[in-house]
């Protein structure tokens, strides 16, 4: 049997990461069974469908490199795979169910509904609409034939899932191990709304089971609904796809699911791609296969130390066996570490040619040499791409002022005398290639502490004891510039 999975969103709104960690783990999963990952739209809620969630939806899969084998924009044999446009499916399928007697059509108003539901409150009771009262209700299992037939054409209705009290529902979650569910517990769920569309926890299962899906690999907060699909699967004595329910991405600090908000608050994206002005993973300058990396981490880990896994690695080690039933706490520190690794060892050539909107704070005039040379002596402190615009600066501008507790600290030795001592190397144009080993013969009759020359030297290039080898720098900046801020420091002290 070949393995089919899905990762079925609602186009609600932008995806969250949550949601691309479970697309993640269903196109790990499908590749390394040589499997199909399949991209459907669960749309039936027409309310709260959002304008271009869809494609951002396939947008950010691809960004990710998560692309679907079949989807809305690349159909396969089993669409369409918008739910919107399978209206007909799961009218055939509902028939089929009514004409059983395993489901049934329910006429009471919404009115009537919230009366009844009250009248339940004042006796402190909860009302569920089922085996203990259906036969009370406005329904076509007590009304006659003919009734049945003049509403269901007259007024609106929807079709109820007919669940019988009494009975064990038992589930298998791979993650979790087998679960029992007691029936009487489960109200006599909608299939069909009073629109026509079907709910999701039907059309889910018709087209899990029609689109051949063979594992269901989803969030945790999906788990309660397991019963009720069992109970459809039953009622269509179809056997039921294998189910993998994923363990919540929780928040950095404190309790519960990680949202939107979260990120807002602490300055943090939640999404792939940028949505309605907040900033996604792609324009903080995240590679995606970082972020694939990290996102594979929260919820699985490989049972060793290793921890950098690019598309290829992750492909063979991924195991769904290790998947963890715990919430994972969401650490954009830790995202950003991941992001660091991936940069660090990514040819510059790529970044170059594949992110050029981050390059741009590297003036066009330059020559490409001094491009290239700026991105290599920063790309180790480089954990976004985002962060080469701050770090160019000292490329492009003189230091405006000195870090004055440096200053302070390394006045006894007199760093003017040391920074004379370099002007005088690039006045004569001594290479700066020689200047580390011309000032250690000099310090031979100064006996300073080598660190405070290298600290003056420093101070004097970019205003702080930050940033890369400072030998580097001046490499870059060339002799006239060097010679520039050498003597605005020189100029500076008194
Ligand atoms: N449409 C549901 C969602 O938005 C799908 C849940 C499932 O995978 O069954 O996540």
């Not at 517990?185 to 889910?204: C, Q, R, S, W």
């Not at 907060?221 to 009720?228: D, G």
Request: glycine residues 6%; hydrophobic residues 35%; neutral net charge.
């Amino acid at each position: 049997m070949s393995i089919r999975v899905r990762f079925a969103p609602s186009p609600t709104g932008p995806l969250h990461i949550g949601g691309i960690r479970t697309a993640l783990y269903n196109y790990l999963f499908a590749k390394q069974n040589k499997g199909r990952l399949i991209l459907r739209i669960e749309d039936t809620d027409q309310n709260r469908i959002v304008e271009n969630a869809e494609s951002y939806i396939e947008d950010a899969l691809s960004w990710c490199g998560l692309v679907p084998d079949e989807s809305p924009s690349k159909p396969g044999n089993f669409g369409p795979y918008r739910q919107s446009e399978r209206k007909h499916v799961y009218q055939d399928h509902i028939e089929k169910l009514v004409k059983e007697g395993k489901a049934y059509y329910a006429f009471d108003t919404p009115e009537e509904l919230s009366k009844i539901r009250e009248d339940y409150e004042i006796r402190k009771e909860t009302f569920k609409y089922g085996a203990e009262n259906r036969m009370t209700l406005n329904n076509s299992l007590n009304l006659p034939e003919e009734t049945v037939k003049k509403l269901v054409n007259e007024s609106p209705y929807v079709v109820r899932l007919r669940v019988d009290k009494g009975k064990t529902i038992k589930v298998k979650d791979r993650v979790r191990g087998y679960i029992e569910i007691n029936s009487g517990e489960v109200d006599d769920k909608i299939l069909i709304k009073a629109d026509g569309m079907p709910t999701y926890h039907f059309a889910n299962v018709i087209d899990d089971h029609l689109m051949k899906i063979t594992h269901v690999i989803r969030g945790e907060e999906w788990l309660p609904s397991l019963a009720v699909h069992q109970l459809i699967y039953d009622a269509f004595d179809w056997i039921a796809p294998e189910f993998m329910h994923l363990p919540l991405i929780l928040k950095p600090q404190g309790k519960g699911k990680l949202s939107k908000r979260d990120g807002e608050k602490l300055g943090f994206p939640v999404f792939p791609l940028a949505w309605e002005g907040s900033e996604g993973f792609k324009e903080k300058g995240f590679l995606p296969e970082a972020l694939m990396n990290y996102l594979a981490f929260l919820g699985w880990n490989p049972g060793t130390n290793e921890e950098i896994f690019n598309m290829d690695k992750l492909l063979s080690v991924f195991d769904t066996e290790k998947i963890q039933k715990g919430g994972a706490k969401f650490d954009f520190e830790k995202a950003k570490w991941f992001n660091h690794k991936f940069l660090e060892s990514t040819d510059q050539k790529i970044i170059f040619e594949h992110f050029p909107e981050f390059l741009e704070c590297l003036p066009v005039s330059w020559s490409q040499k001094k491009r290239n040379a700026v991105y290599s002596v920063l790309k180790d402190r480089l954990f976004l791409l985002e962060d080469l615009k701050s770090l160019s600066l000292i490329f492009l501008e003189d230091p405006s002022e000195y870090d004055s507790k440096v200053l302070s600290k390394i006045q006894k030795n007199n760093p003017k005398k040391i920074v004379a001592q370099f002007c005088k190397m690039a006045k004569e144009e001594v290479s700066i290639k020689d200047w580390k080993s011309k000032i250690h013969k000099w310090n031979k009759n100064e006996k300073l502490p080598f660190g405070v020359i290298m600290q003056s030297l420093r101070l004097a290039i970019i205003g702080n004891l930050k940033g890369p080898d400072i030998f580097d720098v001046c490499e870059i900046l060339g002799n006239q510039v060097t010679l520039r801020r050498l003597e605005k420091f020189y100029h500076h002290q008194n």
